[in-house]
Nanobody, 125 residues
Framework: QVQLVESGGGLVQAGGSLRLSCVAS????????MGWFRQTPGKEREFVTA????????HYADSVKGRFTISRDNAKNTVYLQMNSLKPEDTAVYYC??????????????????WGQGTQVTVSS
């Protein structure tokens, strides 16, 4: 069972940047597709981005394309989410997730097996 721990959330002004990190333990990190999701109160958890196990394939939600970048360092068991040009509508709890197999294009949250506890990102206008 993989354990995931996110960090790096916080309060930032619109137009600013944040970098989230997610450290994995308890599994073979390099074999997992890693994803980031986000959720606001009363809404479904939504896909943000995903990266393949060796980092050669990525996929982004249209709402973050061109502003967010996902990357991973398999030597450090860590996946990152660089968020630039942040907007108030990016405010949410951000979750890191992993799945053992499948495509980065399969964005359904039910395809992911393990989840972190989430980190709050708040973007002020």
């Amino acid at each position: 069972q993989v354990q995931l721990v996110e960090s790096g959330g916080g309060l930032v002004q619109a137009g600013g940047s944040l970098r989230l990190s997610c450290v994995a333990s308890g599994g073979t990190f390099s074999r997992y597709v890693m994803g980031w999701f986000r959720q606001t109160p009363g809404k479904e958890r939504e896909f943000v981005t995903a990266i393949s196990w060796i980092g050669t394939a990525t996929h982004y939600a249209d709402s973050v394309k061109g502003r967010f970048t996902i990357s991973r360092d398999n030597a450090k068991n860590t996946v990152y989410l660089q968020m630039n040009s942040l907007k108030p509508e990016d405010t949410a709890v951000y979750y890191c997730a992993s799945k053992y197999a499948g495509s980065v294009l399969n964005t359904g949250k039910d395809n992911y097996n393990n989840w972190g506890q989430g980190t709050q990102v708040t973007v002020s206008s």
